[in-house]
């Protein structure tokens, strides 16, 4: 992605790539980006160990991994656990 090095009409030193409204509904879809919920308002930028998570991600897999059904096996849940991991 290319950024010009110039100063643009807004009084940045790079020109914007995305709108700010862009920005926060993309924000949004991850979890715990803007705050942690024991210490407060942060700015998630690890680029060593973590990573985001988004969101909806992590709901869907919640949603299966409730089911104690082992996808090796050979019943209608078990074949439909096996349909989303291939």
Do not use: Q
């Not at 643009?8 to 879809?29: A, I, T, W």
């Not at 979890?31 to 060593?48: C, E, H, Q, V």
């Amino acid at each position: 992605m290319h950024i010009a090095r110039n100063y643009c009409k807004d009084n940045y030193k790079y020109k914007r790539v995305f709108s700010d409204e862009f920005l926060g509904k993309l924000r949004s879809k991850f979890a715990y980006l803007n705050y942690d919920p024991t210490y407060g308002k942060r700015l998630f930028m690890d680029n060593a160990g973590g990573s985001l998570r988004l969101t909806e991600a992590i709901t869907s897999k919640m949603d299966w991994d409730l089911f104690p059904d082992c996808p090796l096996r050979y019943h209608e849940r078990a074949l439909d656990l096996t349909k989303i991991v291939d």
